[in-house]
């Protein structure tokens, strides 16, 4: 009877084919997967969070155990801004949020009517997609190219869909070590974008959970910053950064920066759904800026990542066909492969399972519709640098027999 009852956004929604696919292979001894989208836990900083959490609890637990404001420990949002060098920026620009699944929620909640358009870059993170389905949104992808959006594809859909009456609420991207591609936008690319977007009056979400994890080459700054430093536009970009690829997901606190009445209203809806976000592990967070841990503490975590992104490149190098393609990242925890046209990776999929090693094939990424099958992601976060070569020597293998 329940069922009935539900809306038919709730009907029709759905769950996550990459958590089916990762659980569907769960029983399998001995498998090397490059299929999760997990940091390793070896990088959780246990100790200093075991510290600051019982220190948070015990001598400030009278406030912090109590409910907090809606827009977040202004302390912690004080910090940020500092840690991220905003000094013009005040903290009725910035939101606290469990994470950046939920910053994404709000941004949507202030912005969709049914029907509006969402443009996305495809392939992209599938929990965004389904999320923006979920919504009522009309997604509408965006090939990608080495240096991120195809800004002519941009401009031709922009236009069309315009020319068709349809409401563009925003453009989606993830800018650096994108997921599941593993592509940086350069620099060049993200002046463009936002010269376009600025043209256009089609606001920008910019996704940014991986920066921090760059191994090798020059950071680049975020849209956000481009927008605010050379534009002096705080509008145009919305930016959600997370401490799950950081600290930990299970802390579940992002943050989102923007203008100021999109933050106000995107406050409302946190009020509605959650209240406030967990206020011990803000002031955990607020903490562990204050007291220098950040630093040195992505320094490690970049120097733990670095080796396994170097083994993936060199057994992709080592062990794919010439014909494979591949994005070669300096950062994240992902690469994306380029099959042959004819060569499905859903159907590579299941022969790798057969011979224990799993991946997530492309299709998994694209909005419904618009999928490609010649593709695919491999997360080099998660198995070991034995298991990468082993792996990879397998998947080599299977693809040079995918024809026989
Ligand atoms: C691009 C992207 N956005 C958002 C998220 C979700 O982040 P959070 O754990 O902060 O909700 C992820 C997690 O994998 C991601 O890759």
Redesign the pocket.
């Given at each position: 009877m329940i069922y009935e009852k539900m809306s038919q956004a709730t009907k029709t929604m759905k769950s996550s084919m990459i958590r089916e696919l990762v659980a569907s292979t769960k029983n399998i001894e001995g498998l090397i997967s490059f299929a999760g989208?997990f940091p390793s836990p070896k990088t959780f900083p246990r100790e200093i969070l075991s510290k600051l959490y019982h220190d948070v609890v015990l001598n400030e637990g009278e406030t912090i155990l109590q409910y907090g404001g809606s827009q977040g420990d202004s302390l912690l949002a004080t910090e940020l801004l500092k840690w991220e060098g905003y000094d013009d920026l005040s903290t009725d620009q910035i939101l606290i949020t469990?994470?950046?699944?939920?910053a994404?929620f709000y941004m949507c909640a202030a912005l969709l009517e049914p029907g509006d358009v969402i443009l996305c870059e495809a392939p992209s993170?599938l929990?965004?997609l389904v999320g923006f389905e979920a919504m009522g949104a009309e997604l509408h992808a965006i090939p990608l190219d080495q240096e991120g959006l195809d800004m002519d594809a941009l401009g031709t859909k922009v236009e069309k869909l315009k020319k068709a009456g349809k409401r563009i609420k925003f453009i989606y991207t993830?800018p650096d070590f994108?997921?599941p591609t593993g592509v940086t936008m350069s620099l060049q690319r993200r002046k463009k974008l936002i010269e376009f977007a600025l043209a256009m009056e089609i606001p920008i979400l910019e996704?940014n959970?991986?920066a921090q994890l760059r191994y090798s080459g020059e950071s680049l700054p975020s849209l956000f910053r481009v927008a605010h430093d050379e534009y002096s536009n705080t509008e145009i970009v919305t930016e959600?950064v997370?401490?799950?690829?950081i600290l930990g997901?299970g802390m579940?606190?992002?943050y989102v920066k923007g203008s100021k009445v999109l933050i106000e209203r995107m406050c409302s809806w946190q009020q509605k759904v959650n209240i406030a976000p967990d206020n011990v592990s803000q002031r955990v967070a607020a903490r562990f800026l204050i007291e220098g841990h950040m630093q040195p503490h992505l320094e490690s975590i970049r120097s733990f990542y670095q080796p396994y992104l170097e083994k993936m490149l060199k057994c992709m190098a080592d062990y794919l066909p010439s014909y494979i393609q591949y994005s070669k990242p300096e950062g994240g925890i992902f690469t994306w492969l380029w099959l042959p046209e004819d060569m499905s990776a859903d159907l590579l999929f299941e022969q790798a399972k057969a011979h224990k090693v799993t991946f997530i094939p492309g299709s998994k990424f694209y909005p419904v519709g618009q999928e490609k099958f010649n593709c695919l992601r491999l997360n080099f976060s998660y198995s070991s640098l034995e298991q990468i070569d082993q792996g990879m020597q397998s998947l080599g293998k299977l693809m040079e027999d995918f024809y026989t």
């Amino acid at each position: 009877m329940i069922y009935e009852k539900m809306s038919q956004a709730t009907k029709t929604m759905k769950s996550s084919m990459i958590r089916e696919l990762v659980a569907s292979t769960k029983n399998i001894e001995g498998l090397i997967s490059f299929a999760g989208g997990f940091p390793s836990p070896k990088t959780f900083p246990r100790e200093i969070l075991s510290k600051l959490y019982h220190d948070v609890v015990l001598n400030e637990g009278e406030t912090i155990l109590q409910y907090g404001g809606s827009q977040g420990d202004s302390l912690l949002a004080t910090e940020l801004l500092k840690w991220e060098g905003y000094d013009d920026l005040s903290t009725d620009q910035i939101l606290i949020t469990a994470g950046a699944t939920n910053a994404i929620f709000y941004m949507c909640a202030a912005l969709l009517e049914p029907g509006d358009v969402i443009l996305c870059e495809a392939p992209s993170f599938l929990g965004s997609l389904v999320g923006f389905e979920a919504m009522g949104a009309e997604l509408h992808a965006i090939p990608l190219d080495q240096e991120g959006l195809d800004m002519d594809a941009l401009g031709t859909k922009v236009e069309k869909l315009k020319k068709a009456g349809k409401r563009i609420k925003f453009i989606y991207t993830i800018p650096d070590f994108h997921n599941p591609t593993g592509v940086t936008m350069s620099l060049q690319r993200r002046k463009k974008l936002i010269e376009f977007a600025l043209a256009m009056e089609i606001p920008i979400l910019e996704d940014n959970p991986y920066a921090q994890l760059r191994y090798s080459g020059e950071s680049l700054p975020s849209l956000f910053r481009v927008a605010h430093d050379e534009y002096s536009n705080t509008e145009i970009v919305t930016e959600v950064v997370t401490f799950s690829k950081i600290l930990g997901p299970g802390m579940r606190l992002g943050y989102v920066k923007g203008s100021k009445v999109l933050i106000e209203r995107m406050c409302s809806w946190q009020q509605k759904v959650n209240i406030a976000p967990d206020n011990v592990s803000q002031r955990v967070a607020a903490r562990f800026l204050i007291e220098g841990h950040m630093q040195p503490h992505l320094e490690s975590i970049r120097s733990f990542y670095q080796p396994y992104l170097e083994k993936m490149l060199k057994c992709m190098a080592d062990y794919l066909p010439s014909y494979i393609q591949y994005s070669k990242p300096e950062g994240g925890i992902f690469t994306w492969l380029w099959l042959p046209e004819d060569m499905s990776a859903d159907l590579l999929f299941e022969q790798a399972k057969a011979h224990k090693v799993t991946f997530i094939p492309g299709s998994k990424f694209y909005p419904v519709g618009q999928e490609k099958f010649n593709c695919l992601r491999l997360n080099f976060s998660y198995s070991s640098l034995e298991q990468i070569d082993q792996g990879m020597q397998s998947l080599g293998k299977l693809m040079e027999d995918f024809y026989t």
